[in-house]
């Protein structure tokens, strides 16, 4: 299984960009696919899952109501939009995926066992 990350890059606050995940070697609409982020010197937090129905979508609080995150099944990827970033927004972004996650577990990067090598987003004020 592999999950290829793209769509980084370096923007200045109050732009957007689109993050894309495509995944290969897995049976894509059978996993729940998710985005975490790592700044420097900080853990790595939850951004936003979608399960594999497609119908149980989470957000963390810091970007709820400014992303979307959707899936492709056709394609084997996963977007993410972010729009009116902010600079802290800035870290690099994973993208994650399991075949089974609980909606209670959506949220949580150890129920995901496939991970992404991650795209830098920088956002300058």
């Known amino acids: 299984v592999q999950l290829q990350a793209s769509g980084g890059g370096l923007v200045q606050a109050g732009n957007s960009l689109r993050l894309s995940c495509t995944a290969s070697?897995?049976?894509?609409?059978?996993?729940?696919l998710a985005w975490f982020r790592q700044a420097p010197g900080k853990e790595r937090e939850f951004v936003a899952a979608?399960?594999?129905?497609?119908?149980?979508?989470a957000y963390a609080d810091s970007v709820k109501g400014r992303s979307a995150i959707s899936r492709d099944n056709a394609k084997n990827t996963v977007l993410l939009q972010m729009n009116f970033l902010k600079p802290e927004d800035t870290a690099v972004y994973y993208c994650?995926?399991?075949?089974?996650?609980?909606?209670?577990?959506?949220?949580?990067?150890?129920?995901?066992?496939?991970w992404g090598q991650g795209t830098q987003v920088t956002v300058s004020s």
């Open positions: 994650a995926g399991s075949r089974s996650v609980i909606n209670s577990s959506m949220r949580l990067a150890p129920a995901y066992n496939y």
């Open positions: 979608i399960k594999s129905g497609g119908a149980s979508i």
């Open positions: 070697g897995l049976t894509f609409r059978s996993y729940s």
